[in-house]
């Protein structure tokens, strides 16, 4: 049996209201996304230092953990604790993450040693050792995990009513997780929503909270993964290794995301906005429909 680690809830306030002058010279008040530095600790050795807004940052740890495949399975953490207001002047709000394995992890120095910065938001970087290992992720045949047009529509539409801060401040990145798992035509559920700064940050935070929710392993099967930004190799890697076979996004994707997502067989959807797409990878597992076609309006 799975014992699950310990985690603090430090929220920190996703929002700060500041002055700002509009182009008739008035004065207005307005919301700006927060941003702050987050230091991961493990086992009192310094790792890493993520910008973050705050929202979920034990998930964050966890799910950066996961897909940098620094730990194995949620066994080997006993705790992220996670500390704010540690710092002062242009740091204020600063944070610190303090992460407690049970066993420590293996060769830590040399499998942290070799980084490749990606093209994620803030400048993110994935261990060498992530890009080495993808080959060895399984996802579920191209038959057994499809999404039909319509469905497709109902995980656009239900993003696009959600109230986000997006929505109120700006300058962030969303992602969610669906449900895919039902029958043709039933609208999937949407179980996870995350808004960060950058959009590595959310997607990591979704597989923390995955890896909470089916400790053995975490699988995304059954489920659907959508994010507001493009489709880097970083962000089709990460779905890939959360076991999620079918991508959605409302930006482009990228020559080396592309590639991955060919080689694995994972579903890549892009420029999803309203009712117009583009499947660039595995269409066997998008199911066309003749009725959802009918109320598509043409490009122009």
């Known amino acids: 049996m799975s014992v699950l680690p310990y985690l603090t809830q430090a929220r920190a306030p ?32 310094e790792l890493v230092t993520l910008m973050t807004l705050g929202a ?32 002062e002047g242009l740091m204020e709000g600063a944070g610190v993450a303090a992460v407690k394995t049970r066993s420590g992890i293996a060769e830590i120095e040399a499998r942290t040693a070799k980084k490749v910065v990606t093209t994620g938001c803030g400048q993110g970087s994935i261990f060498g050792e992530l890009l080495d290992e993808i080959d060895a992720v399984q996802l579920p045949p191209l038959s057994d995990a499809r999404i039909t047009q319509s469905q497709l529509y109902s995980v656009v539409n239900t993003i696009r009513l959600k109230e986000t801060t997006y929505k109120s401040a700006g300058s962030v990145h969303a992602c969610a997780l669906f449900a895919v798992g039902v029958p043709a035509g039933d609208a999937p559920e949407i179980l996870m929503f995350v808004e960060d700064v950058g959009r590595h940050n959310a997607i990591d935070t979704i597989a923390g909270w995955l890896w909470m929710q089916a400790p053995s392993q975490g699988s995304g099967a059954d489920k659907l993964f959508y994010t507001t930004g493009r489709l880097t190799s970083e962000m089709v890697i990460k779905s890939a290794q959360m076991g999620v076979p079918l991508v959605v996004s409302r930006s482009g994707i990228t020559q080396m995301g592309y590639q991955v997502a060919q080689a694995l067989g994972l579903c890549t959807v892009g420029r999803a906005t309203n009712r117009h797409f583009l499947c660039y990878s595995a269409a066997e597992r998008l199911v066309l429909q003749a009725q959802a076609q009918a109320h598509a309006q043409p490009h122009v």
Not at 25 to 45: F, N
Not at 60 to 86: A, F, H, K, M, P
């Open 14 to 45: 996703l929002t700060q209201t500041i002055p700002a002058i509009d182009e008739f010279g008035e004065i207005r008040s307005i919301s700006i996304p927060a941003e702050r530095p987050l230091t991961v600790y493990v086992d009192k050795r």
């Open 56 to 87: 979920q940052p034990e998930l964050l740890v966890l799910g950066y953990l996961r897909n940098q495949r620094l730990v194995r399975s949620v066994d080997d953490i006993e705790s992220i604790t996670v500390d704010w207001d540690l710092g």
